[in-house]
C-alpha cells in the first residue's frame, strides 16, 4: 500500500469514526456493518429501532459482532423523551418531576436504573441529561426535559444523574451547551437566539454545565443557538469560541463534545449538513449526531466524503480530525471497561421510577369531592408534540385510570371548539380534564374555561409546567406527561 493509500485510509476511518449515525428498522442493515468494519465507531438508536429491549438487546449484539467497542448511542431522558419505551411510554419520571421532588439520592437512584436498563439492552451511550436551566417559561422544546428554573438545584440534579447512570457504565451527555432554557425557539425548526450578557450565562447557564464536567460526565452536547454575548456570529456547535475557548478552555472540559442533530434546521436550513459538519469538528466537537431524520448510507457517505474533502483542500486540519476521531474512540474504551458484569440485574429497582413519580405529585383541592367511584370521562387536550417528544408515545391518564375504573371514556381534542366537543363527548360522566402547559396553549385554557363553566366538578390533570394558575375541583400537577406519571395521578383521583 502507498503512503497516500494509507493516510487516505486513516483519513477515512477517523471521517467515520466522528460520525454517530441512525438507520432505519429494528435490525442492523448489512451498509451499517459494513461501515462499522470500515471505521466507524458508533451507531445511534432512535423509536424506529426499538420494539423491546430483547430486540434492542439483540440488535446491539449483532452490532458487537463487528466491533465489540462500539457506542450505542440513544436519546433517552425518561420521562417525556422516550425511546427504550416509545410505544408504551416511560417507567421514570423525567427531569421535571424529579426537581420537584429536589431529592438528590432519588435522582441518582433513577437514573441508575435507567443505565442498568440500558446496559442490559447493551445501548451505553445517553445523550442526555438535560441540564438547561428552563429559566423562559415559554420554551417550547425544554420545559419538563430541565429539572426546573433553579439554577443550583438543575445543577445539583445534573450532577446525581450524571453520578447515578455512569454507575451502570453508560456514558451520559450532559445538554445543550452552552444553556438552552431561555429559548422561545425550537432549533429542530430554526435559530434560537439569546440575548444576555456573559454574566448572566456565567451565573445561570453554565453552572450546571460546571457541575457537569465536576461529576464526571464523558460527553457535553452542543446547542444549535446563537449566544451573542459569547460569539455574535455562529451557533455554538459551529463556534470555535464557544465550544474551544469556553467549554475546554475556561470550563477546562477534556470529555467528548457531540452535537446535537446535525439535520435540525438550525443548522441544516443555514448552512447545509456537509458544510455544518466540517465546521462543528473544526470548532472542536467530536461527534456528529445525525440520524434523526436522515438515516441512510448516502447521509454517511455525504458526511465523511465532506469530512475527507476539507482536510484534503485545507479546511480543516488533519491533527483536529484526528483528535475528535481519538476522543471517540477513548469513550468507547471506557464504556467497553466499564460494561456491567453478568449478575448487574441484581441491584434492580423496578419500582423506583414510580415511587418517584407518586413523590412528584402535587394535589390542590378546590372543592374536593372525594375519590372517583365510577368510571369518568378523560378529556385529553393536546397540543402539537414537539419533535423531540415526538408523537408515537402515549400520555395522559385514561389508561391507568381505565385499569382501576373499568368503563372509563376518552378522547383527544384540540383548538377553539375543545371545551365544547369535550363537554358534549362527556355527556353525564364526570370529567377528568387533562392539559399540558396550560400556560402556553391560549386555546387549552379557554377550553378550560368552556368545561369548568358548564361543569365546575371537573378534576383537572396538569401534565405540562404547572405554570397556570391551579382550577377545578381538584387540580393534580405530575410535572411530566411518563407513563408512572400519568399511574401516579390515576391512583390519587381514584383514591387508591
Not at 449484539?61 to 448511542?73: G, N, Q, S
Not at 464557544?242 to 442533530?261: P, Q
Not at 458526511?303 to 476539507?310: K, R, Y
Not at 385529553?380 to 391507568?400: L, Q, R, S, Y
Request: contains cysteine; negative net charge; glycine residues 10%.
Amino acid at each position: 500500500m502507498t503512503t497516500l493509500a494509507r493516510a487516505t485510509d486513516t483519513l477515512t476511518r477517523d471521517a467515520l469514526a466522528v460520525l454517530q449515525p441512525g438507520f432505519a428498522g429494528t435490525t442492523a442493515p448489512d451498509w451499517l456493518l459494513r461501515r462499522i468494519g470500515e471505521g466507524l465507531a458508533a451507531v445511534a438508536l432512535f423509536g424506529r429501532n426499538v420494539t423491546s429491549p430483547e430486540q434492542v438487546a439483540a440488535l446491539t449484539a449483532r452490532l458487537r459482532a463487528e466491533r465489540e467497542d462500539v457506542l450505542v448511542a440513544i436519546d433517552e431522558e425518561g420521562g417525556d423523551v422516550t425511546r427504550l419505551e416509545v410505544r408504551t411510554g416511560s417507567s421514570f419520571p423525567g427531569n421535571h418531576a424529579l426537581g420537584a421532588v429536589d431529592d438528590v439520592g432519588l435522582t441518582r437512584a433513577v437514573a441508575a436504573e435507567l443505565g442498568r436498563r440500558l446496559a442490559a439492552a447493551g445501548v451505553n451511550f445517553n445523550w442526555a441529561p438535560s441540564a438547561d436551566v428552563n429559566s423562559n417559561p415559554d420554551n417550547p422544546v425544554i420545559g419538563v426535559r430541565a429539572f426546573g428554573s433553579d439554577t443550583d438545584l438543575v445543577a445539583r440534579h445534573t450532577a446525581a444523574y450524571i453520578t447515578g447512570m455512569q454507575s451502570a457504565g453508560v456514558a451520559t451527555s450532559a445538554k445543550h451547551f452552552p444553556g438552552h432554557g431561555d429559548t422561545g425557539i425550537d432549533s429542530h425548526h430554526a435559530m434560537p437566539r439569546i440575548d444576555v450578557g456573559a454574566d448572566v450565562l456565567a451565573e445561570r447557564d453554565l453552572v450546571p454545565f460546571r457541575a457537569a464536567i465536576a461529576a464526571g460526565s464523558r460527553a457535553v452536547m452542543s446547542a444549535h443557538i446563537l449566544v451573542p454575548a459569547l460569539d455574535p456570529e455562529l451557533p455554538a456547535t459551529l463556534s470555535r469560541r464557544i465550544l474551544t475557548d469556553l467549554l475546554r478552555g475556561e470550563l477546562g472540559y477534556d470529555g467528548l463534545i457531540v452535537t446535537d442533530g446535525i439535520e435540525m434546521k438550525a443548522v441544516a436550513g443555514t448552512y447545509g449538513i456537509e458544510r455544518g459538519t466540517v465546521m462543528a469538528i473544526a470548532a472542536g466537537a467530536d461527534a456528529i449526531c445525525v440520524g434523526g431524520g436522515l438515516h441512510d448510507e448516502g447521509t454517511v457517505r455525504r458526511l465523511s466524503d465532506a469530512l475527507v474533502e476539507a482536510v484534503r483542500a485545507g479546511e480543516l486540519s488533519e491533527e483536529r480530525l484526528a483528535d475528535a476521531a481519538e476522543r471517540v474512540r477513548a469513550l468507547a474504551r471506557w464504556t467497553a471497561a466499564n460494561r456491567p458484569a453478568d449478575g448487574a440485574s441484581d441491584t434492580a429497582d423496578g419500582d423506583v421510577g414510580l415511587r418517584a413519580a407518586r413523590r412528584a405529585l402535587r394535589v390542590t383541592v378546590a372543592d374536593d369531592p372525594g375519590p372517583l367511584a365510577e368510571a369518568p370521562y378523560v378529556a385529553a387536550f393536546t397540543p402539537v408534540a414537539n419533535i423531540a417528544v415526538g408523537d408515537e408515545t402515549p400520555w395522559g391518564v385514561a389508561a391507568e385510570l381505565a385499569r382501576l375504573l373499568p368503563g372509563t371514556g376518552t378522547g383527544s381534542f384540540n383548538g377553539a371548539d375543545a371545551g365544547t366537543e369535550a363537554l358534549a363527548a362527556a355527556g353525564s360522566r364526570r370529567i377528568v380534564a387533562v392539559v399540558r402547559d396550560e400556560h402556553r396553549h391560549p386555546w387549552m385554557a379557554a377550553a378550560l374555561d368552556v368545561l369548568l363553566a358548564a361543569r365546575p366538578d371537573t378534576i383537572v390533570v396538569e401534565m405540562g409546567v404547572p405554570r397556570a394558575a391551579p382550577r377545578g375541583a381538584r387540580h393534580l400537577a405530575t410535572h411530566g406527561a411518563a407513563r408512572v406519571c400519568g399511574r401516579a395521578a390515576a391512583e390519587a383521583i381514584a383514591g387508591v
